[in-house]
């Protein structure tokens, strides 16, 4: 499916094609035109799916026609706002709203926290057309009665599990308060937890619900392994491996700040360029660091799990679980830095004998098992029995590509009596395909909500429709 065939003005059609994009990701495909015919959506997106673009192109394009163009005279008000979990995503987000809006005459900001105020004060007193924000700092402002959000007609709430995660539920309830009756809402999240669906049933009405059958399959095209070692020779294994096969642009992921500061200092004492990134950094600090990153001058970036959160390298070659995470989806959110938009990549980790009941929940998330490969010098002494099983015969010179299939996508999703999929299979369709697809779904799906009240709470919204 070629991109023109979405309906996008040519000024975003000309500005997609200038970033290479020949199609439209999965996610796009449905997202967009969902989005254009005025709907709420309600996506299940991965990062790496191309779902920035699935929400940006749409609002830009809306913004810039005229039904929501704003009044003739007078400075526009700020029209669509985007919030998002991290300040690193809003950033991220933004450069693609510049990138695809280059020929459109709209003007976006970031709001984020952990830098000084006055500056977005000042901002605020310009034309505003889309606001990317996080949601503490724009309720800094709320309480400053510095930004105006009665004007809103375009929502989205990026990377929504994230935004739980991280305990903005509150923030978010409170922006809503605030934000006209009247408006779109996009919902983007990879999994759909009970407290994502009471979010989508209170905030979203009569959403277009898409999941794409596979959303990374292009994109994630990533090999797993597992190195078992003794957690005191870990440092010395990961800057082996990184000399050894010659890494640039690692991404290693520690479970603490301070694990993460010390390791990259050790490296960085074995001659290996390499910096942290957490949240005791300061924004200038993270801005830098990850330019850094981005632009090959750093090779090794050492960062925590919210730190790493949102990060767009484009082409990241190599991502290390210096430890494994203590909640298996994230070793899927870390591993979804590599890999991305068709690219190829390793997803390597360290795992010492205390982490193995980590690698088996995530191994159960991934439903596969992750290939074990004991490094000669690097031995652990005690590894559990299980994790012993000799790898898979390959040709060692061939990359093993692990494709991940639609089954491991799905569990990326979400557990699967809960995925929006399995409750569309349960009201008798095999698998999504278009938006028209959807439309049928979602009918199916409303008829049969009065049959199936646990259901009924994700697709209808009562606040809202009250109002609407
Ligand atoms: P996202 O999931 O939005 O973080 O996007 C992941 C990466 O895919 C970004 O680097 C985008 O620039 C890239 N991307 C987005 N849409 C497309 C597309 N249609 N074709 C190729 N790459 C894309």
Do not use: C
Request: aromatic share 4%; proline share 6%.
């Amino acid at each position: 499916m070629p991109f023109t065939s979405l309906g996008l003005s040519k000024e975003i059609s000309r500005a997609v094609a200038e970033k290479g994009y020949t199609e439209p990701t999965p996610i796009q495909q449905q997202a967009i035109p969902a989005a254009l015919a005025g709907n709420d959506v309600l996506a299940g997106a991965q990062t790496g799916s191309g779902k920035t673009a699935g929400f940006t192109l749409p609002i830009l394009h809306l913004l810039s026609d005229k039904s929501i163009k704003g009044p003739s005279e007078g400075r526009p008000p700020i029209r669509a706002l985007i919030l998002v979990p991290t300040r690193e995503l809003a950033q991220q987000v933004e450069e693609s709203i510049i990138d695809y809006g280059q020929y459109l005459k709209l003007n976006s900001m970031v709001m984020i926290g952990g830098v000084s105020i006055n500056p977005q004060i000042q901002r605020l007193r310009s034309r505003v057309d889309i606001l990317v924000a996080t949601p503490g700092r724009l309720l800094d402002h709320v309480g400053q009665n510095t930004v105006d959000l009665s004007q809103i007609r375009l929502l989205v709430l990026d990377e929504a599990d994230r935004m739980l995660d991280m305990g903005f539920i509150r923030d978010i309830k409170k922006i809503m308060a605030l934000l006209p009756q009247k408006r779109q809402t996009m919902l983007f999240s990879a999994t759909f937890s009970p407290e994502i669906k009471a979010m989508a049933s209170e905030f979203l009405n009569n959403p277009a619900i898409i999941e794409t059958s596979a959303p990374n399959s292009a994109a994630a095209r990533i090999t797993h392994k597992v190195h078992p070692v003794e957690t005191s020779q870990k440092r010395m294994l990961l800057a082996h491996l990184i000399k050894e096969h010659s890494w640039y642009q690692v991404l290693v992921f520690t479970r603490t700040k301070h694990g993460a500061n010390r390791l990259a200092d050790y490296l960085e004492d074995q001659g290996i360029p390499a910096l942290a990134i957490h949240g005791n950094k300061s924004q200038a600090t993270r801005t830098r660091t990850l330019a850094q990153f981005k632009d090959g001058s750093l090779q090794v970036l050492v960062a925590t799990d919210i730190a790493a959160r949102g990060l767009d390298i484009i082409d990241l070659p190599h991502v290390v679980n210096y430890e494994l995470p203590n909640v298996p989806e994230d070793y899927v959110h870390r591993i979804g830095r590599t890999g991305r938009a068709g690219k190829t990549g390793d997803a390597v980790s360290l795992v010492a004998a205390d982490e193995f009941k980590l690698q088996q929940a995530i191994e159960r998330v991934l439903k596969m098992k992750l290939e074990v490969e004991i490094v000669p010098g690097f031995e652990a002494k005690n590894i559990p029995r299980a994790s012993q099983t000799p790898p898979r015969k390959q040709n060692n010179n061939a990359r093993k590509v692990v494709s991940q299939d639609i089954k491991s996508e799905q569990s990326k999703f979400s557990p699967k009596p809960n995925s929006l999929r399995s409750m569309l299979k349960a009201n008798g369709e095999k698998k999504l395909g278009t938006v028209e697809k959807n439309k049928e779904h979602n009918e199916q799906m409303r008829k049969s909500i009065n049959r199936k009240p646990h259901t009924a709470a994700l697709f209808s919204s009562p606040t809202r429709n009250k109002n609407k």
